[in-house]
């Protein structure tokens, strides 16, 4: 079982380069601006004023336990979520999982740090592959990618520009440790203002999230109204039981959220996806309306 745990996640806030489009998302060119010099770096610790409010304080990441244990009845689940307005957020759950598919997302981040480092636009095979790898989750497109951004050491370094602190890549990709905490904090990175990803790396990034195919809008998209998501399942050879992941953000009652669930050990993947839509759709919903008025927590 489980056990939650208050992080410090750090919050993207400060606008940075502007949107320069060009081209299609299917095959013609897509330009990635720098980075601002001036923008802070990824990860940034952001403070809030004391004494904003007389409300009684809430533990959200206590709140989040008890919406999120009844739904996990002892599965290997881990769950994050911050709510991009005002930056409230929560988690459950402190190990580490394998990414499975999820580190598709993290994988054409890095690709587009890269490209905005060499002043270039993507060319027409690394859009065809990113297209692929994220609407249709090809796995020969992230192994081509993953190359292209110098291998599992290459990602570990764009990972360190984006703020993430508790992700390890390794070669075989799939296979890619993190937790759901540093899961947000690339949703961050995506949705975010304050990051190492320029405004059309993430705008474009974004949009591919928001297209992915029928067959796999299931995970986070459960917890609300509209969606941008990647998600994730691996069946672990040693074990024959299954990682069901699912990241991204939701819409729910006029806000938006960023989610992050990870979990392991599933008979099957169909009882995997279940399990993630349950939790994502607890953790929104803890967050959205805590017992209490205040709110504290991951923040």
């Known amino acids: 079982m489980p056990r939650h745990s208050t992080r410090r996640s750090r919050l993207s806030l400060a606008m940075t380069a502007v949107v320069l489009l060009t081209g299609s998302t299917?095959?013609?060119?897509?330009?990635?601006?720098?980075?601002?010099?001036?923008?802070?770096?990824?990860?940034a610790p952001?403070?809030?004023?004391?004494?904003?409010?007389?409300?009684?304080?809430?533990?959200?990441?206590?709140?989040?336990?008890?919406?999120?244990?009844?739904?996990?009845?002892?599965?290997?689940?881990?769950?994050?979520?911050?709510a991009v307005d005002g930056g409230t957020g929560a988690v459950y759950g402190?190990?580490?999982?394998?990414?499975a598919s999820?580190?598709?997302?993290?994988?054409?981040?890095?690709?587009?740090i890269r490209a905005q480092d060499e002043g270039r636009q993507l060319d027409d095979a690394e859009l065809a592959y990113a297209d692929a790898m994220i609407r249709r989750s090809d796995n020969t497109s992230a192994t081509e990618l993953l190359k292209a951004v110098g291998?599992?050491?290459?990602?570990?370094?764009?990972?360190?520009?984006?703020?993430?602190?508790?992700?390890?890549?390794?070669?075989?990709?799939?296979?890619?440790?993190?937790?759901?905490?540093?899961?947000?904090?690339?949703?961050?990175?995506?949705?975010?203002?304050?990051?190492?990803?320029?405004?059309?790396?993430?705008?474009?990034?974004?949009?591919?999230?928001?297209?992915?195919?029928?067959?796999q809008q299931w995970g986070v998209s459960a917890a609300g109204t509209t969606w941008a998501l990647k998600n994730g399942w691996l069946r672990r050879t040693t074990t024959g039981l299954w990682d069901v992941n699912s990241i991204g953000r939701v819409t729910s009652g006029g806000r938006s959220y960023l989610v992050a669930v990870v979990s392991r050990g599933h008979a099957t993947r169909e009882a995997g996806i279940a399990l993630v839509e349950s939790v994502a759709k607890a953790a929104v919903d803890a967050v959205a309306t805590p017992s209490g008025g205040g709110r504290t927590g991951t923040g």
């Open 102 to 112: 999820i580190v598709k997302v993290d994988i054409l981040a890095a690709l587009l």
């Open 26 to 43: 299917a095959g013609g060119a897509y330009l990635v601006d720098r980075a601002s010099e001036a923008a802070p770096a990824a990860g």
């Open 151 to 215: 291998g599992a050491d290459g990602l570990d370094a764009a990972n360190e520009r984006l703020g993430l602190r508790e992700t390890d890549a390794v070669h075989a990709w799939g296979l890619t440790q993190t937790t759901a905490a540093d899961q947000v904090r690339l949703l961050e990175a995506v949705f975010g203002t304050d990051s190492a990803l320029t405004a059309a790396s993430r705008a474009y990034l974004a949009e591919l999230m928001g297209r992915v195919e029928e067959d």
């Open 46 to 82: 952001v403070s809030s004023a004391p004494g904003a409010s007389e409300e009684p304080e809430v533990d959200l990441d206590a709140e989040l336990a008890a919406a999120v244990a009844p739904q996990a009845e002892g599965a290997d689940v881990s769950v994050a979520v911050r």
């Open 94 to 99: 402190d190990g580490t999982y394998d990414t």
